[in-house]
């Protein structure tokens, strides 16, 4: 199996940081979260550690505004401001295919991957709450299976529309009058069950062909849908046992799909605290962790876990939450991970509580600089992950952290890239351009114009 | 009746320039269209002028790709994008409100007035063509009033969003752990015939409140939009007469609403040719027009009229075009404009195709700089106009040409500023900043809450 001898870095920007209460922190910038310069620093600090890509979250709702950092600017727009002040470094947006019409997405990450001269990434989810379906004038947020067959659906109809002009249609000759070659031109004709789209597509095909197609879900449908669309898998995964068993499982429905081993680059979460001894780090976590108040605990793990823990005490055990393929709609395999973790480690609801707010029911890493190295190489080389995307607790200082403290003991070991030596986000991550057609399906192609 | 002594006004950018085959122009830049560095060009070159603003067309479609300039970047990414390489000029996208969720524009032009601290305009259109329709799986373009009817709802819908945080919600209290008030972060319940949204938005209220809210249409349904919502009425003129009677007629309907006649800025078109002497300029236009190919006549007027207009031949008179009221559903006020003036000046359809594809049926100016200063000092004086929306036929040159050229004029002349005086938009154009509610209506209140 052709695997590259480095790791892909992303750097995951969620809010003044990924710490539930980060914002909190001394050092956070809760108040520029509305700020351009905000970000434009954090865009060049991952730069500078040569990271792959930074990655947007999105959101489409706010709640818990008094004890919660809440509010996101939009991260297409935002990250068409970014490819302004950067020169190498991916931009990747997640962009909810269940909130959206295909030809506007198709467009908007056309856009910003000609505005960044190709190193857009898109990171593909379908939502999760009912509170964002209520901003949609629906009264409910579609079942967690059926949300993934309309994302199939979505996302063959952008690729189809990206693919609508021709690489080679633009012509542009001022004498003969000709703009583009109308046979290099096309409409679609896409006609799917949930979503109808005629093309041609108001942009030629973008630079990378398509945006990288970036896929956050671990659950059966989500590894389905990875191994059919996804060029990169964002996972939360706990231990290197279950990531390894993820890594296999992914791969095998890779192969069964008849794609190469190497088309697809699996990116676990991790939220590193980092200290100049393990001491430091842990007083650093503590610190942390007692900002958070017994008041979110409950609401926060009941949101995290889609049931209503509220009536449970702090001190008790986590109840058994019931299978959420029946009870509820979101987050099917983070559920399977809390269950896990709190019954493997006897946690009381306070205790796994603060664990997860923390890092959102992704790896935690508290130590040096030297044993987080150490244990993103034992991922790597045992062949759990092939990079990591890194969720800093706390913004911009638990990024600073890394790209100053950890980058450079990854590129002495050999591990990662001391300078960028391609230019788009594809190069970065080792994908080819896809051809026009790459990821249409037979039972997706178009069946008839419509009109 | 308070009325600013200064003109407005904008750069409409339009693919290579606004003439239709000024892509094919020798200094035309078509081959820069998806490239960022053309729009950065631009945009320092307007903000150089000081105008008020730039601001981007935008089509939900392409065709006729052979012989015309197509394809445009999605304007709210592409001004993100400029927010970061300009410090006043005013930032205004085109955006349809018939091909998107409330939710989502009221979140990207949020974004937008975030990013760029307050210079974000939004030129509110409702689409025109079946051909957009088909691109949003559906079968038709919705009727003329239906649309202006499902634009005021939507309009009403997302300023409610932008009012779902006081301006003063957010805290950001990092020792109490308050991030935001909750009493100041509301849902706003909206729910109305074509579209609910619950809320609250998922971005603070922006920082000019409400973007600057533009419109673009003429006709009755248009006036009464714009009369109601609109802040700036960008419109086709083509005489000092037509546009005088127009301005009193928006200005009665505004008074009819309440509303104070510096609270509305109409701002015709106008596509300039300038030469250093008349004769310059006309040898300017006629090598325009010469680049009109017979060919693209009969469909560009069919287009422009929703008429089909082949089966005439070109060197005949316009026919009796039917009352669009009745037998089309686009463009009604630009219909009755062409009729006029093929009526008026006896043209022929190739005469008249030629005038039209060039300025689009806006009014097209061709001479000195002076005498293009003197029409727009009359047009201002003569209270037909409160500034222009100045389409250069061909991208850059002509807006060059009028920055360097006729800027300066108008600036002796005490007509436009020679420095910006404001930070926003809305200081740029006189423009209060609205309080929240400002253009709710009784009617499109909330009824209930919906799920």
Redesign the interface.
């Known amino acids: 199996m052709k695997r590259s001898d480095q790791l892909h870095l992303g750097a995951f920007i969620y809010y003044a940081g990924h710490h539930q209460?980060g914002?909190?922190?001394?050092e956070?910038r809760?108040?520029d979260l509305?700020?351009?310069k905000l970000y434009?620093e954090l865009a060049q600090t991952a730069e500078r550690g040569k990271l792959d890509m930074i990655f947007f979250a999105d959101?489409?709702?706010?709640q818990n505004?008094?004890?919660?950092?809440?509010?996101?600017?939009?991260p297409?727009?935002?990250l068409?401001?970014l490819?302004?002040?950067t020169e190498r470094i991916g931009l990747t947006a997640t962009v909810s295919t269940t909130?959206?019409?295909p030809?506007?997405v198709a467009?908007?990450m056309?856009?910003?991957d000609?505005?960044s001269e190709g190193r857009a990434g898109w990171n593909i989810v379908t939502s999760q709450l009912?509170?964002e379906?209520?901003?949609?004038?629906r009264?409910?947020h579609p079942e967690h299976g059926l949300r993934y067959e309309m994302a199939r659906e979505f996302v063959s109809a952008v690729t189809s529309l990206w693919d609508s002009?021709q690489d080679d249609?633009l012509v542009?000759d001022?004498q003969a009058?000709?703009?583009?070659?109308?046979a290099k031109?096309k409409p679609i004709d896409f006609a799917g069950q949930w979503?109808?789209?005629?093309?041609?597509?108001?942009?030629?095909r973008p630079p990378q062909g398509y945006p990288v197609l970036i896929q956050a879900g671990s659950s059966g449908p989500g590894q389905d849908f990875a191994a059919n669309y996804g060029e990169v898998i964002f996972t939360a995964q706990q231990s290197l046992e279950a990531a390894q068993l993820f890594y296999r499982e992914v791969h095998d429905r890779l192969a069964a799909n008849g794609r190469s081993p190497d088309s697809l680059k699996i990116m676990p979460g991790l939220a590193p605290i980092i200290g100049d001894t393990e001491e430091e780090a842990w007083l650093k976590y503590r610190e942390l962790e007692e900002?958070i108040?017994d008041s979110v605990i409950l609401p926060g793990l009941s949101q995290m876990l889609n049931f209503d823990l509220r009536p449970y005490p702090l001190d008790g055990e986590l109840p058994d939450i019931p299978d959420p393929v029946e009870a509820s709609n979101g987050m099917k395999s983070r559920v399977k991970l809390v269950m896990d973790m709190a019954r493997g480690e006897q946690l009381s609801i306070r205790q796994i509580g603060r664990r997860l707010i923390g890092a959102r029911g992704h790896r935690q890493f508290i130590g040096t600089p030297e044993q987080l190295a150490d244990t993103m190489e034992e991922w790597f080389q045992e062949r759990a992950c092939d990079g990591f995307n890194i969720m800093p607790p706390v913004l911009p200082v638990h990024l600073n952290d890394f790209v100053d403290k950890v980058v450079p003991i990854l590129q002495q070991r050999g591990l990662f890239r001391t300078e960028y030596t391609g230019h788009t986000l594809r190069d970065h991550l080792g994908l080819s351009r896809p051809e026009a057609g790459h990821f249409r399906r037979e039972k997706e192609q178009p069946v008839e114009r419509?009109?």
Chains 1, 2 share one sequence.
């Open positions: 209460v914002w909190r922190h001394p956070s809760a108040r509305f700020d351009f434009r959101l489409l709702y706010v505004v008094g004890q919660a950092a809440a509010g996101m600017l939009e297409v727009a935002l068409s401001a490819s302004t002040v909130y959206n019409e030809y506007n467009r908007k056309a856009t910003l000609f505005l009912d509170i379906a209520y901003n949609y004038g009264s409910h002009w249609a542009i001022k009058g000709l703009f583009a070659d109308e031109v979503y109808s789209t005629r093309g041609p597509l108001n942009v030629p900002l108040p419509r009109a």
